[in-house]
């Protein structure tokens, strides 16, 4: 979820239950309200055939290297499964490209002119790079539609997002993602009495409904059922091509099934890339991940 789509929610939670927003805390742990707007042209330029470009990326935690000289790009479209034993820093990864964590040196480029290490978080969320925490982060106490329709209408004051209405491109759009993440069954449902699996759609619904270019999904079919498993595999599969995404899985049959490039992270930098097959003969891969 994005910081200003937390705040949004964390606004109509008070307003919901009547009191003030102010110093409020999401439940999924959303920062506090004051972010301004980044005005883009909303173009990527993707010319030298890269949405997502780093090189040399380093970061230390108390003298530890978490991320070490790592260099990884990826193609417009692409969906790129990336595996990697814990601590291999596939999470720390997701965190520099999406601004939560500086790295130490390095360079990390959207498309060929945005430098990412000059923009804020929240700015970043609004160039287009979508981002999939582990646990899901919808909001509970709302609909699957008012949970949509919110991903829509941030960063706008509570009295004009009461006001709000979907126009018709909007409730278009919103029927589409409703369809696209299974869950056109359950609009008016609460999304706290979804399965755990259906919050996860719900999630990566509310991050679609902003078009994001890239969308950073970490470990997403992590304690899903073995049939919403294989139905999160079909999404992303239509996802791909008119989306950038990059997948963190440890399931190796779901991997299977979406994968075409998989890069395998291990002590903050790329051990090994190519197809699953390729990556699960290399030795050195079975050595530190796969196991004998
Ligand atoms: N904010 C942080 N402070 C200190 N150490 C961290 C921080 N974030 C990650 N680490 C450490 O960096 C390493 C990589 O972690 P992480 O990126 O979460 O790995 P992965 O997602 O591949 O399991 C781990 O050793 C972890 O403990
Ligand atoms: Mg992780």
Request: glycine content about 10%; proline content about 2%; overall charge negative.
């Amino acid at each position: 979820m994005t910081p200003d789509l937390m705040e949004e929610g964390a606004k109509r939670l008070a307003l919901h239950e009547g009191y003030d927003f102010d110093g409020l805390q999401t439940e999924s742990g959303g920062r506090e309200a004051g972010y301004g707007r980044l005005s883009t042209s909303g173009e990527v330029d993707v010319t030298h055939g890269r949405i997502l470009y780093l090189e040399d990326v380093s970061v230390s935690f108390d003298g530890f290297k978490a991320i070490n000289k790592l260099s990884l790009d990826i193609a417009p479209g692409e969906l790129r499964c990336i595996i990697g034993p814990n601590g291999a820093g596939k999470t720390t990864m997701m965190d520099i490209i999406t601004g939560k964590t500086r790295p130490d040196s390095g360079t990390v480029f959207f498309g060929s002119t945005i430098d990412l290490l000059r923009h804020k978080e929240f700015e970043i969320a609004q160039l287009g790079i979508g981002r999939k925490f582990q646990k899901p982060t919808v909001f509970e106490h709302l609909s699957v539609f008012e949970n949509l329709e919110l991903a829509l209408k941030t960063n706008k004051g509570v009295k004009s997002s009461m006001l709000f209405k979907l126009d018709s491109e909007q409730s278009d759009r919103l029927s589409e993602i409703l369809h696209t993440i299974n869950l056109e069954d359950s609009v008016t449902r609460l999304a706290g009495n979804l399965s755990h699996g259906q919050k996860q759609w719900l999630e990566i619904g509310m991050l679609l409904m902003q078009d994001p270019k890239l969308l950073l999904l970490d470990e997403p079919v992590a304690g899903m059922t073995d049939e919403e498993t294989a139905r999160t595999a079909e999404l992303f599969l239509t996802l791909k091509g008119k989306h950038s995404l990059m997948v963190v899985e440890h399931d190796m049959s779901f991997i299977r099934t979406i994968s075409e490039i998989v890069t395998v992270l291990c002590d903050g930098s790329v051990l090994a890339q190519g197809t699953l097959d390729e990556v699960q003969a290399d030795e050195r891969v079975i050595e530190v991940y796969l196991g004998r």
